[in-house]
């Protein structure tokens, strides 16, 4: 069973750093691109970053792009969103999403879904 | 900047028939743009329904069906049923890695 675990939410202030994990399992990890999308309070969902398998190509969604840095280790298992200069609009549930193959493009969309992890940013 | 357009909110009778959209603000979506569609019940992660146009995620059931209809991608649901009413997210791929998700349907069964 394919199963996406977030982790390394929480309160930050503006301004702040957070590193978001995803530790997946129930799959051959290394074969996956991998996503993080998010959801602001009461609004909907929004592409944030996605990533190769090797971890060589990597997209953001212009409002982030700077200021966050995905990245994965194999050997782990894990996906990571390390985030920084938060902003107030950054604040959402962060989810982790398997991509159905090795690529981040139009024939690899999100199949599996994580819980997510609430991040909230606020002074 | 390309905007993805759904419906803000939809109704339909329990066993009836509702088409969600999902539009481009310029432009028309095409399969090239790979549409997917995702359901999320409050509280709960986004569940996949359907991916590239017209293929059902494993375990959907065969009355959640995808297509295009003129310049929009489609969400057909047929014998609508209670545990429907939730909302309803398309995305379509803009290339270079980036996807865009629509705002949302909020689908009431009633």
């Known amino acids: 069973e394919v199963q996406l675990v977030e982790s390394g939410g929480g309160l930050v202030q503006p301004g702040g750093s957070l590193r978001l994990s995803c530790a997946a399992s129930?799959?051959?990890?290394?074969?996956?691109?991998m996503y993080w999308v998010r959801q602001a309070p009461g609004k909907g969902l929004e592409y944030v970053s996605g990533?190769?398998?090797?971890?060589?190509?990597?997209y953001y969604v212009n409002s982030v792009k700077g200021r966050f840095t995905i990245s994965r280790d194999n050997s782990k298992n894990t996906l990571y969103l390390q985030m920084g200069s938060l902003r107030a609009e950054d604040m959402a549930i962060y989810y982790c999403?398997?991509?159905?193959?090795?690529?981040?493009?139009?024939?690899?969309?999100?199949?599996?879904w994580g819980q997510g992890t609430p991040v909230t940013v606020s002074s | 900047q390309t905007v993805v357009t759904q419906e803000p909110s939809f109704s339909v009778s329990p066993g009836g028939t509702v088409t969600l959209t999902c539009g481009l603000s310029?432009?028309?979506?095409?399969?090239?743009?790979?549409p997917s569609w995702y359901q999320q019940t409050p509280g709960q992660a986004p569940r996949t329904l359907i991916y590239?146009?017209?293929t059902r995620s494993s375990g959907v059931p065969d009355r959640f069906s995808g297509s295009i209809l003129g310049n929009k991608a489609a969400l057909t649901i047929t014998g609508a049923q209670a545990d429907d009413e939730s909302d309803y997210y398309c995305?379509?791929?803009?290339?270079?890695?980036?996807?865009?998700f629509g705002g949302g349907t909020k689908l009431t069964v009633l």
């Open positions: 999403a398997r991509a159905s193959g090795k690529y981040v493009d139009g024939n690899y969309p999100i199949d599996y």
């Open positions: 129930g799959f051959i990890f290394n074969t996956y691109a």
């Open positions: 990533i190769s398998t090797n971890g060589l190509n990597r």
């Open positions: 310029s432009g028309s979506v095409s399969t090239s743009y790979h």
């Open positions: 590239s146009t017209n």
């Open positions: 995305v379509l791929y803009m290339g270079s890695g980036i996807w865009v």
